[in-house]
């Protein structure tokens, strides 16, 4: 096992990461020159359209006598879950800095979650092939952020190959060898999964201890399914079959398991012959902490057909990304569909994206909200709600929280007040901040801010105010109470509930008039008048009216008296009187979407 180095590349997003994984799969000659392409590990078309990485993506290396399994990792914060299974795996980090761009947010949130693991931090500076480079600046940054010394940091191009071999010499030398004993009880960690259409469930394991070959049978601790390995191997970075894996390798096992609840991200895979419940315990890994969820939103299929099909794609999705929940869900409107549960917009749009591409899936989206806790009379539980169908009598409600982050904003010092006034009118407390240093100082602002106020427009406005510099980097720390209301929508005084939402009060005014005035403009006119309101508890803050049609009974008349034409209209009026709120509001699909539907 000395001759074994595991480590993944951290960095924020468009940092180079992929372009240098590339550049070391190219000197170690992993990939053949002729199949060398740009992005490499990038194996999804997604993450070559986009140009980010959105799956952690393993390949090992030889190099001199050693074997080096690399993780490339994301960068967005909607996959910070990625990146903190990858460290677990792994015994060293390489930390990226773009020379061009400086630390940033999401640089200093990888940074943390290394550090939590005790992984051992290689700063690596990156593009300084570039005219614009500032090296020197780069390095005051990562110093003041690591508390390295300088001549510690590498300085690379993913683009030339310059330094690479420098950086490959450095894992050797500064991360160290696994530890475990191939002779000891297997252990292995499950840190990625995946449902392959030909294989079925493919787990992707980091080997603690002993060793594991084609043909053991196996046990998943917590899920308790056991399984036979019909094929064992490593990542080239496509599927190697080998006839072993020992301790400190990272590879794959292709299992017999048909149902893939079997497999959970971060259980523990043990020999099926160790079924002792006090040697389960003791060999158990830790895994991870399970990851919660806060942005929500309604997936239904626009075909009704689709509704087993997207059951069973989300189910298969969950496998290969283990930051998503789902639950069923029925909507009177829309049908059959799940409630789901992200980390954040990216994460939510490309799990859209996905099923529609892997699956032929097409989606109606309802609009993103968060999770909420409910504080009822006599009840010391609160209960988390993830839609307005799950809130209880409005009566019994003491109080409502919201979810907070805690949101890192890495700025030039010179757009300073302008940030800051975007934070503070958005409900944001602010922390402290800290200064980067450099002859050009940049700051890190830190502020408690809503989550809901994050999922809007908050980070364009961060990128408007800052003419692009600012980057921006968050985490949940927890629920705080606000003046949250329910906004009820009633169509001739008949409540619908699909259209309820919460708002916090003082912008609960301008939501109503903005919901009124879509569902005017999107319901067709009725035989009857139709009027739309926005209510909060028994109070009417917005309405808006749709007159009715209205048949021309005077175009039989050809003359004669005007009191045969008086006498004509009075009689409609009162047909009109008596059908005035007992016709059915044909509320169209289209309406609901014109509310629902994230724009």
Do not use: W
């Not at 640089?107 to 480079?133: C, H, M, R, S």
């Not at 980091?206 to 399984?227: P, Y």
């Not at 829309?334 to 990216?346: M, P």
């Not at 009725?526 to 926005?534: C, D, R, S, T």
């Amino acid at each position: 096992m000395t001759n074994i180095r595991n480590f993944c590349i951290i960095a924020h997003i468009d940092h180079g990461k992929s372009t240098l994984a590339d550049r070391l799969l190219e000197f170690t000659g992993t990939i053949e020159k002729r199949k060398m392409k740009e992005q490499i590990l990038d194996s999804m078309e997604l993450e070559r359209e986009r140009g980010i990485t959105i799956k952690l993506t393993p390949a090992r290396m030889k190099y001199k006598d050693y074997i080096l399994n690399l993780i490339d990792t994301p960068g967005h914060v909607d996959f910070t879950y990625e990146v903190s299974r990858s460290l677990a795996a792994v015994e060293g980090a390489l930390l990226l800095v773009d020379t061009t761009q400086g630390v940033q947010a999401q640089t200093l949130g990888n940074l943390y979650l290394a550090l939590e693991q005790n992984l051992v931090i290689i700063p690596v500076v990156n593009k300084i092939d570039l005219p614009n480079a500032d090296v020197k600046k780069t390095k005051e940054e990562i110093v003041k952020l690591v508390g390295c010394r300088e001549d510690e940091i590498l300085l690379t191009s993913g683009k030339t190959g310059q330094g690479v071999e420098i950086v490959l010499e450095a894992i050797i030398e500064r991360i160290p060898e696994p530890k475990g004993s191939k002779d000891a009880e297997i252990r292995a960690l499950i840190f990625d999964s995946k449902y392959d259409e030909y294989r079925g469930v493919v787990a992707y394991i980091r080997l603690v201890d002993g060793s594991l070959k084609k043909g053991d049978k196996i046990k998943f601790f917590a899920t308790g399914a056991e399984t036979e390995i019909l094929e064992i191997g490593y990542f080239a970075p496509d599927f190697a079959a080998q006839k072993e894996l020992c301790a400190g390798e990272i590879g794959y096992i292709v299992t017999t398991l048909k149902n893939i609840e079997g497999c959970r991200v971060g259980d523990t895979v043990i020999l099926s012959s160790e079924t002792s419940e006090t040697k389960s315990r003791d060999t158990r890994l830790p895994g991870y902490k399970e990851v919660k969820p806060m942005v929500f939103a309604g997936f239904y299929p626009k075909e009704g057909q689709n509704a087993e099909k997207l059951r069973e794609a989300m189910g298969k999705l969950k496998l290969n990304d283990a930051a998503m929940s789902f639950e069923p869900e029925r909507n009177t409107v829309l049908g059959f569909g799940f409630r789901v549960g992200f980390l954040g917009l990216l994460h939510l749009e490309i799990t859209k994206e996905r099923l529609k591409r892997e699956y032929g899936i097409n989606l109606i989206v309802t609009v993103p909200s968060v999770a909420y806790k409910i504080f009822t009379k006599g009840r010391n539980e609160p209960t988390i709600i993830k839609s307005t169908a799950e809130l209880p009598d409005p009566s019994t409600i003491e109080r409502i929280e919201d979810p907070y982050v805690l949101a890192d904003i890495i700025t030039p010092k010179e757009y300073l007040g302008q940030i800051m006034k975007i934070c503070e009118e958005r409900r944001g407390e602010y922390k402290n901040i800290e200064y980067l240093g450099g002859e050009n100082p940049r700051v890190i602002l830190h502020y408690n801010l809503p989550l809901s106020v994050i999922l809007v427009d908050f980070y364009d406005k961060l990128k408007s105010a800052s003419q692009g510099y600012a980057s921006l980097n968050y985490e949940i720390t927890g629920f705080k109470p606000n003046d949250i209301v329910q906004l009820n929508i009633l169509i001739n005084g008949d409540s619908v509930e699909e259209l309820s939402t919460l708002v916090y009060r003082d912008e609960s005014y301008r939501r109503a008039r903005e919901i009124a005035a879509a569902l005017k403009k999107a319901i067709p006119r009725q035989m009857i008048e139709v009027k739309i309101q926005a209510a909060i508890g028994g109070k009417i803050v917005a309405a808006e009216r749709i007159a009715p049609f209205r048949k021309d009974v005077l175009a039989k008349l050809y003359g004669g008296d005007v009191t045969r034409k008086m006498k004509l209209l009075k009689k409609q009026k009162e047909g009109k009187k008596k059908m005035l709120g007992k016709g059915q509001v044909n509320i169209p699909t289209d309406a609901y979407l014109s509310v629902l539907k994230r724009e």
